[in-house]
């Protein structure tokens, strides 16, 4: 069994170290640790050579992670190697990660495992407001975890994050599309066309870095939003895609719609009843179990859940307000893409 | 990371729901009500299901 890990790097010389360092550590060591260097204008590529990795160098790539990924896939075309860890550089993996993954090739329609999306410390200090976005995203990540184990099998992306791919699978899916800005969704999209499984492994630990700028943060999920979008318009509909398309249209359209619509109307019959009140006690099972899916989910699913974390859930405005802003830029990332403005990293 | 479909967290829908049905016992509200408590629930019984295999 050959495994190699491959992590795509530009201009990653803080983080690049500790990333390789968790790839020597493993109880299933990868035959070779390779740092694609893209574009790279400072020293990671050292700093991955000092370290014991190996270092391809891109050449005129464009195409950000997914050109550096297919560059060195191509240089390598002719090596053998059964699985392939593709892994940011600013991601660390737990130990057994590699171990733990692999076992789920076991099954010959597995085209490929992701791990768990841990949240790393900050390493920095931050204000307020930066303090506040890093829990809500350590929340976001728990949750998006605990939806892959939910729907496995067909979880909606094999991320990039850290995730073990079968090579012989990723050549029928045609590699990575270098026109996509999320690569990684592309390809979940076309193994699901070609009928293969793709799994989320939670004991496959992994830890990424979050972005605590608010601007920074706002790019990052427009790019995911829009690259969504783009990557079903462009494959269509099929039996990968379906059921994304149906989520768009059901989930981000109507549902929002009605929501505030719905709101809005709650707000009026209080208003015109008198501000009375009536109970019922299905209102109170619905109160109950929302609330208890909600506490169960984080509990077992987010990393490092503090008294302030749960004391910012419980207080819901800071979640609300960041769910309006994420359904804002979705709303953005489709005027984009319906509006085929330049895609922007 | 998931790559959208950002919703407002389900919670949050319960508290509308109570807000309205506070109000009012309203049919339409408690029929969307029960349909939101099946969603929770179904969501959550696939999500312990799949954590046992």
């Known amino acids: ?345 | 990371m998931d790559y959208g479909i950002p919703v407002l967290p389900a919670t949050g829908g319960g508290i509308a729901l109570t807000m309205l049905g506070l109000s009012r016992n309203n049919y339409i509200v408690l029929a969307l009500g029960a349909i939101l408590l099946a969603i929770v629930l179904f969501n959550h019984i696939k999500l312990r299901k799949n954590e046992d295999k």
């Open chain 1, 1 to 345: 069994m050959i495994i190699w890990a491959l992590i795509p790097a530009y201009n990653e010389e803080k983080t690049i170290c500790k990333t390789i360092k968790s790839l020597q550590v493993q109880t299933i060591k990868p035959q070779r640790i390779v740092v694609i260097a893209d574009n790279c204008s400072d020293n990671t590529a050292k700093i991955a050579k000092d370290n014991g990795a190996e270092v391809f160098v891109t050449k005129n790539n464009k195409n950000k992670k997914a050109g550096a990924y297919n560059q060195f896939l191509q240089f390598t075309k002719k090596d053998k190697v059964d699985y392939l860890l593709f892994m940011d550089a600013d991601t660390i993996v737990a130990e057994d990660a590699i171990e733990i993954g692999i076992k789920h090739f076991k099954n010959k329609k597995v085209a490929a495992v992701c791990s768990k999306a841990g949240v790393q410390s900050l390493s920095v200090p931050c204000n307020f407001l930066e303090r506040i976005l890093y829990r809500l995203q350590k929340i976001e990540y728990g949750i998006y975890d605990s939806q892959r184990v939910q729907t496995t099998g067909h979880i909606k992306v094999v991320h990039g994050m850290a995730a073990l791919h079968r090579r012989s699978y990723l050549k029928k899916a045609g590699m990575f599309n270098e026109d996509s800005i999320t690569e990684d969704y592309y390809l979940t999209l076309m193994y699901k066309k070609l009928g293969y499984l793709v799994v989320s492994e939670i004991k496959m630990r992994a830890w990424t870095v979050v972005p605590t700028k608010i601007v920074k943060l706002c790019k990052q999920r427009i790019r995911w939003y829009r690259g969504g979008i783009d990557a079903l318009k462009d494959i269509g509909w099929n039996r990968g895609t379906y059921k994304d398309i149906l989520q768009h249209i059901w989930v981000n359209i109507i549902t929002i719609v009605l929501a505030y619509i719905y709101v809005g109307w709650i707000l009026y019959m209080v208003r015109i009843n008198n501000y009375k009140i009536a109970y019922h006690w299905l209102i109170l099972l619905i109160m109950i179990s929302c609330l208890y899916d909600r506490i169960y989910r984080i509990k077992n699913y987010a990393d490092n859940i503090s008294a302030r974390d749960w004391l910012m859930v419980a207080f819901l405005i800071p979640e609300i307000v960041y769910n309006q802003l994420q359904t804002m830029l979705l709303y953005f990332a489709y005027i984009q893409s319906f509006a085929k403005t330049k895609k922007t990293w």
